[in-house]
């Protein structure tokens, strides 16, 4: 499984954008980079994905680099209720049809100050 | 509200005990995941069903188990208990698993979680 690393903690004031960097050296050709959250100890909510191209929809940006071994997720104005552990995801599809898993990492914890 | 559900909210039981977690899918989604959180060992990916049929499995024990019934719920049994067990158990569910290369993501949607807690 390709493996991730996150910084650990990061701090970010409210309005500003949150930029959380993630690094995937070694990503192969097919395999997309996933972005979860998950808020205090609820279950992880999607946030957005990408295989080359910089992706955004209504909750985030994501920024891959070209060489795809790093990318940066992109919340353009984060507010209190983004505080949570963001998990960067290289998504693990089986050779089985049908068969997929997610392989968490340790994730940021991201705190949005007032 | 992720649209999937999951009874209880929590567990105390004792060591050695058996229990059995339920997931309801949101409607219309063929493939349920089970995770197990802990403390010292994150959020890991414990197994995967498809439409009533096993397709991925992570660390799960081999005390643990898990199915998936006709009308799409599943459920995990936990046996032999043991203190290491505690953790929230979170059950995921997704329209379809994503196919290998695919630019479409059916995303999986957690649900609240059950807190096991072993005494």
């Known amino acids: 499984d390709a493996k991730t690393t996150q910084p650990p903690s990061m701090d970010c004031a409210e309005g500003r954008a949150a930029n959380l960097p993630c690094n995937h050296s070694?990503?192969?050709?097919?395999?997309?980079v996933y972005w979860y959250r998950q808020i205090h100890s609820q279950g992880p909510q999607y946030i957005i994905h990408?295989?080359?191209n910089n992706e955004t929809n209504e909750m985030a940006s994501l920024i891959i680099t070209e060489d795809r071994k790093s990318s940066t997720l992109i919340l353009p104005h984060a507010t209190l209720r983004d505080t949570a552990v963001y998990y960067c995801?290289?998504?693990?599809?089986?050779?089985?049809?049908?068969?997929?898993?997610?392989?968490f990492g340790k994730g940021t914890k991201l705190t949005v100050n007032p | 509200d992720s649209g999937v559900t999951q009874t209880p909210k929590h567990l105390i039981t004792a060591t050695g005990q058996r229990v059995t977690l339920r997931c309801s899918p949101r409607?219309?989604?063929?493939?349920v995941y089970w995770y197990q959180q802990s403390l010292d060992q994150g959020l890991q990916f414990l197994i995967q069903?498809?439409?009533?049929?096993?397709?991925a499995k992570g660390n799960i024990l081999e005390r643990f188990s898990a199915q998936q019934f006709p009308d799409l719920h599943s459920e995990l049994n936990l046996s032999s208990l043991e203190l290491g067990d505690s953790a929230l158990y979170f059950c995921?569910?997704?329209?379809?698993?994503?196919?290998?290369?695919?630019?479409?993501?059916?995303?999986?949607?957690f649900g609240p979680g059950t807190r096991l807690t072993v005494l």
């Open positions: 070694t990503i192969s050709g097919n395999e997309y």
């Open positions: 995801i290289v998504r693990v599809v089986g050779t089985q049809g049908g068969s997929e898993k997610l392989v």
């Open positions: 995921a569910s997704s329209r379809l698993p994503g196919l290998a290369g695919g630019s479409s993501y059916n995303e999986q949607f």
């Open positions: 069903y498809y439409n009533g049929e096993e397709r």
């Open positions: 990408g295989l080359k």
């Open positions: 409607s219309g989604d063929l493939s």
